[in-house]
């Protein structure tokens, strides 16, 4: 922003109103607002109650007074922007709403859930970034050569495999010819059972970070060649550094930026996205949740979660953007 | 499908010169991966034509139950199913079927996000922050369950699942031509030409939208590969393409029970799925490479 | 009564939820690994939603009343033939005109929270069913009951408006078992407490639920110490955990899992269902409306293929009743076998020569074969000029139009119980709740429904039912297809389970792991 230099408050406030920071925030709350409007009128429009879904055909035996009652009790006889605001005031007041068929809060169910997902969600990230890493170097260190080609043809094939194939080709194949199943088992929470968590959640993560490998891969790959053509990298080298030290302290440290807001966008499109991976495997995740209450028309539970995956998804991509703008301050002046 | 599609588009290098005459068609078959996508992407259109031309060795609804759950042979090249449909034929016209949905989503979400990212780019102000807000909320909602949800509030027809996952994919493309649009603005050559007295709407047609041309390219030929494998993805979570149309999606899924006992009916349509998926993949890192030559074959 | 609807319920959820998928939640408990397996158990019974609803009179969802089948008791039970016997109370002395029913409670039977169960509960626990406000499904399958009394302690009296021969079989079902009068509903939704075989311990929300054995149980030990009943929602994911030995015993309802899952410590057991599946046609539809338009629809099917591409041949073609002491004979119907030349001359009859177009509504999602019996009924019909439109709905969708009635045929798996009138009658009779859904009644049916319900003689009951039977048939009401079968996958350590028609798990609270 190239405002001229004022005094008065009110140039005060309007640079405060554009700074980046606050518009960045400012841009984020009114997200989350759309994404919670979004969810609400997509239930809404969905076929069904959550009458038709706990009664099922039987619901056609309920008469009309036995229905309002029913109507009532669920909270659906209020007008639309009733049912909005209560539940959205509710959100402020920390209330996430309550699921009948779990018999438990929204929150309490949220609390159970998400650290399931995240557990996921940062193994196959880490899973992701040292396949991706490993192979994005290894195809930048000889461009064009086989090794480039090969581990491009794998990285892309493995982005081309739906996940709910190989993952249950990966689980039976395993199962059958090793007796390997830990997924068959009660799902071990990470403070409960470790030895068993960590056997659940292996496959899952794997097939997850091989599917999320590629972009990194390819990112990587990018980055480094662009910064090994860099000035600064020759000119490092006309002064004498050694070539193994200027690979590691210039070019990769250098390429890792965009790398690591990659691995930013891919973590937040996990914390929905593994929903398919939670149902091979049995995982109760947070995407099951909503798909859960989706089936079941449970809105409280599906407009709250759905919310909070937002406000991670929007969250992470705030952290990598600040991250990255303090790592690059160019990005300031966008 | 997996995720979605995360990579945000790069910022093109430098503002590119005025289109030169398919540059990027000859990059294209100067590098290998992309020619080999261009090749398979070209065979599996050809097979799913041959579909839609009704060239089949046998129509893919109709039903043979005397000859039902039989192994591949010279006669069914890839087996037949439970109710003695021929799978080859049945997978040509699921490939047909995907590529008809991936297409529809596409151009759907190509159009509408590209017209949208342009307008936000070249016009900014209100307009950008409002197409940018809209953008982040479809970003921020978890896309394979907005997908589901959108499907499912729509009576099932390909074209509803085209329209669910245009919606998820629209905002892919806003930003995707907002990006070069913001560069591309401030290019030399385009300033030059508004100095020169161009109006600005010419001047987007005349020197902004036709370099644009490669990006999108590439993002649609990414895209029409994961949509593929959100519609299979849909159908896995029971929201896919409704019977008798075969689709690919779910041929694999309903094949994932009946593979125990009839192994070719996962076989069939599961190759098949990969290797269209695969082919449009290499074909958009191709373009993207031919795009780009940062990112190409460089030594 | 209607266990019957409370099955198409049941199956509509349970598979709605079911492949809609689902499951959320977490755990708090690491309790139990397979490590802590011993005799006793816990035996580890999957399945492929959650128990949602823990409140017997509203379960619907057949989860759930295999979950509460083992924690509540009901006034009768049932034998492996399905006919009513003693349970909480030995069989009833009916009076002469067959309006008084008298109960003997047996004595010393207790809640597993100590207190014990008398007439008093039993009275409540009807009553309750009966008001309105509890919205308990079993309401419409006891309408016949006019009054409730308990003169002492050890017996009940149910006084009936009318004589209602499947009174019986409405008093063995959960949405009919006893709870304890001092518990409030609320709290009994979230801590069941019964007086079946097992007690309820704890519960992960779509993870798992736990029972403990009933030492008291009042017909003997329970042969577990514990039974776990764990939801793996993706049927291939639940056959693996059956070949590894983390889960001990499933139900499958498709031949292909069941084989799936069958390896050398893994039995399955076949067994036939009670559910029908059919082509329900709208009668008052336009479409439908003509007898010789319905009657064509009826000879262009040859159930056998579809029995043979839908179900892999694992089935048998039925008529509308198909409780074995009332069964239908599939051959009293026009053109038990498919005709051709008969289906083009109904459609000339019917003034459409060249065929008509119809649309059919198809559930996805709710029970595997819905997809596959609709793609072959339609290809046969294809076969003279009867074009069928397939209109897929996910099951909220499906049940909200099929309740509506706003259809003009449709595919669906219908319940059965084993008594054959609560099933029909709030279909085919004029004031039946469910008659919009049906499409079809006529002053003949009314008529013999009436006698079939006023009729205690079983040998003059199955005339009576055995002439509804054809007169549906005859008018083509519904198209009837066929009842599939149950594949009850068990663990060779588990023993003691009778497997029972229609998948019944009335052995199981006997059944040990060995």
Redesign the interface.
């Known amino acids: 922003m190239t405002a001229t230099v004022q005094l008065s408050p009110w140039g005060r406030l309007g640079r405060l109103v554009t700074h980046p920071v606050v518009r960045r925030v400012a841009?984020?709350v009114?997200?989350?607002v759309?994404?919670s409007v979004?969810?609400f009128v997509?239930?809404r429009?969905?076929?069904g109650d959550q009458i038709t879904a706990a009664y099922g055909t039987d619901a056609g035996d309920l008469t009309g007074a036995q229905r309002a009652q029913l109507r009532a009790y669920y909270g659906l006889d209020q007008p639309l922007t009733g049912q909005y605001l209560s539940w959205l005031g509710g959100i402020l007041t920390g209330n996430l709403g309550f699921s009948s068929n779990a018999g438990q809060s929204v929150a309490h169910l949220t609390a159970h859930a998400l650290p399931v997902t995240l557990e996921l969600a940062v193994l196959a990230i880490v899973l992701a970034l040292a396949l991706g890493v490993l192979g994005g170097l290894l195809a930048a260190s000889r461009?064009?050569a086989l090794r480039?080609?090969v581990t491009?043809?794998a990285s892309?094939?493995a982005?081309?495999?739906?996940?709910?194939?190989t993952g249950?080709v990966l689980a039976r194949v395993l199962a059958d010819s090793f007796g390997w199943n830990p997924n068959g088992q009660a799902y071990a929470p990470l403070t409960g059972n470790l030895p068993l968590n960590l056997q659940q959640m292996v496959l899952p993560a794997l097939v997850?970070g091989v599917?999320?490998a590629s972009?990194i891969a390819?990112?990587t790959?990018?980055a480094v060649?662009?910064i090994r053509?860099e000035d600064f990298i020759n000119t490092a080298r006309a002064k004498g550094v050694p070539e193994r030290a200027l690979q590691v302290r210039h070019v990769l440290r250098n390429a890792l930026i965009p790398v690591v807001?990659?691995s930013g966008?891919?973590f937040g499109?996990?914390?929905?996205?593994a929903?398919?991976v939670e149902?091979v495997f049995s995982l109760p995740g947070i995407?099951r949740q909503?798909?859960l209450g989706?089936g079941q028309k449970e809105y409280a539970v599906v407009q709250s979660t759905?919310l909070v995956?937002?406000v991670l998804?929007?969250l992470v991509n705030l952290a990598t953007d600040l991250v990255y703008r303090l790592v690059d301050p160019r990005v300031w002046s966008r | 499908?997996?995720?979605?599609?995360?990579?945000?588009p790069?910022p093109l290098a430098s503002a590119a010169p005025p289109a030169r005459r398919h540059p990027l068609l000859r990059g294209l078959v100067r590098n290998?991966?992309g020619l080999i996508g261009a090749v398979l992407t070209l065979v599996v259109v050809v097979t799913s034509a041959a579909g839609l031309l009704g060239t089949l060795p046998y129509d893919p609804?109709?039903?043979d139950?005397s000859a039902?759950l039989t192994a591949p042979s010279g006669q069914h090249w890839l087996g037949t199913d439970?109710?003695g449909r021929d799978v080859f034929s049945r997978v040509a016209a699921g490939l047909g079927s995907s590529l008809l949905v991936a297409a529809g989503a596409v151009a759907v979400s190509g159009a509408v996000g590209v017209v949208l990212g342009v307008v936000a780019g070249y016009f900014g102000g209100v307009l950008d922050?409002v197409i940018?807000?809209?953008t982040?909320?479809l970003?921020?909602?978890?896309?394979?369950?907005?997908a589901?949800?959108?499907a499912?509030?729509l009576?099932?027809s390909r074209a509803t699942v085209a329209l669910a996952i245009a919606v998820v994919y629209a905002p892919i493309f806003v930003r995707v031509a907002r990006g070069p649009v913001l560069t591309l603005r401030g290019a030399d050559y385009v300033i030059a030409a508004t100095a020169v007295g161009q109006r600005r709407l010419a001047t987007l047609f005349t020197h902004v939208l036709p370099n644009m041309r490669g990006i999108v390219l590439v993002q649609i030929t990414l895209s029409l590969?994961w949509a593929v494998?959100t519609e299979?993805?849909l159908s896995?979570?029971?929201?896919g393409t409704?019977?008798?149309a075969a689709s690919l999606?779910v041929m694999?899924?309903d094949a994932?029970?009946?593979s125990?006992?009839a192994p070719w009916l996962l076989a069939g349509p599961?190759v098949a799925?990969?290797v269209f998926?695969?082919g449009l993949?290499?074909l958009g890192?191709g373009l993207r490479d031919a795009l780009d030559p940062?990112?190409g074959?460089?030594? | 009564m209607l266990r019957r609807d409370r099955r198409t319920t049941r199956r509509l959820l349970a598979a709605g939820a079911a492949?809609?998928?689902l499951a959320t939640m977490a755990a708090c408990s690491g309790s139990d690994n397979a490590s802590s397996k011993g005799a006793g158990g816990p035996l580890v019974f999957g399945i492929t939603a959650d128990a949602t609803q823990l409140l017997p009179w509203t379960a619907t969802a057949v989860q759930s009343q295999h979950v509460l089948g083992q924690v509540y008791s009901s006034l009768l039970d049932q034998d492996d033939k399905l006919n009513p016997v003693a349970g909480l109370a030995e069989l009833p002395h009916v009076s002469k005109d067959g309006r008084t029913y008298t109960f003997t409670l047996k004595s010393g039977v207790t809640f597993t929270d100590g207190s014990a169960l008398d007439s008093d509960d039993v009275k409540y626990s009807l009553d309750r069913i009966l008001d309105p406000d509890t919205k308990a499904v079993a309401r419409s399958s006891l309408a016949a009951v006019r009054k409730v009394t308990a003169p002492d302690k050890t017996h009940v009296v149910l006084t009936l408006k009318a004589q209602d021969a499947s009174l019986l079989t409405a008093l063995t079902s959960v949405n009919t078992v006893v709870l304890p009068s001092d518990k409030p509903l609320a709290s009994l939704k979230r801590k069941p407490v019964g007086s079946g075989p097992y007690a309820y311990r704890n519960r992960t929300p779509n993870q798992s639920l736990t029972l403990v054995r009933n030492a008291d149980y009042f017909r003997g030990r329970p042969g577990l110490r514990s039974l776990e009943f764990r939801v793996i929602q993706d049927?291939?994911s639940l056959a693996s955990a059956l070949r590894s030995g983390s889960v001990d015993m499933a139900i499958f309802d498709?031949s292909?899992?069941a084989?799936?899952a069958k390896s050398g410590s893994v039995s399955i057991h076949t067994v036939d269902q009670l559910d029908y599946h059919a082509l329900q046609l709208r009668a008052d539809s336009r479409t439908f409306r003509g007898l010789d338009t319905r009657l064509a629809v009826q000879c262009a099917i040859d159930r056998e293929?579809v029995v043979?591409?839908?179900a892999?041949g694992q089935g048998k073609v039925v008529g509308p009743f198909t409780s074995p002491a009332f069964a239908s004979d599939p051959d009293a119907r026009p053109c038990p076998k498919r005709d051709i030349k008969a289906a083009k001359k109904h459609l000339a009859d019917a003034g459409r020569p060249k065929g008509f177009a119809f649309t059919a509504l198809?559930p996805?999602?709710l029970y595997?074969t819905a997809?596959?019996e609709?793609?072959?009924l339609?290809?046969q019909l294809g076969d003279v000029g009867i074009k069928m439109k397939?209109?897929?709905?996910?099951s909220s969708?499906y049940v909200d139009r099929w309740l509506a009635g706003k259809f003009d045929a449709a595919i669906a798996l219908n319940g059965a119980v084993a008594d054959p009138a609560p099933a029909y009658a709030r279909y085919f009779t004029s004031d039946g709740n469910f008659n919009k859904v049906a499409g079809y009644h006529s002053a003949a049916l009314d008529k013999l429904f009436a006698e079939g319900i006023a009729t205690s003689d079983t040998g003059a009951r199955k005339e009576i039912y055995a002439k509804i039977s054809r007169n549906l048939e005859d008018n083509a009401a519904w198209i009837w297809l066929y009842s599939g079968r149950s594949y009850i996958a068990t663990n060779t350590r588990v023993h003691g389970f009778r497997p029972v028609i229609d998948a019944s798990l009335q052995s199981l609270w006997e059944t040990k792991l060995g």
């Open positions: 841009e984020a009114l997200t989350l759309g994404v979004l969810t997509v239930l429009v969905l076929p461009p064009g480039d080609g491009q043809t892309l094939l982005l081309s495999a739906p996940v709910f194939l249950t997850l599917s999320i972009p390819q990112t790959r990018t060649l662009d053509g807001t990659m966008l891919q499109f996990l914390l929905g996205g929903v398919v149902q995407g909503v798909l989706m759905v995956i937002a998804f929007v | 499908m997996s995720v979605l599609p995360s990579q945000r790069r290998r991966s609804a109709t039903q139950v039902a439970q109710f922050r940018g807000v809209l982040n909320v970003f921020a909602f978890p896309s394979l369950l907005l589901l949800a959108l499912a509030t009576s099932r590969s494998l299979a993805s896995f979570l029971g929201f409704p019977p008798p999606g694999v899924f994932r029970t009946l125990s006992v599961g799925l990969i998926v695969f993949n290499l890192a940062r990112a074959d460089r030594r | 492949a809609t998928a049927k291939n498709d292909v899992t084989k799936t293929q043979k591409t839908a892999l198809v996805q999602g595997s997809t596959d609709a793609q072959n339609q290809a397939i209109e897929t709905l996910d969708a």
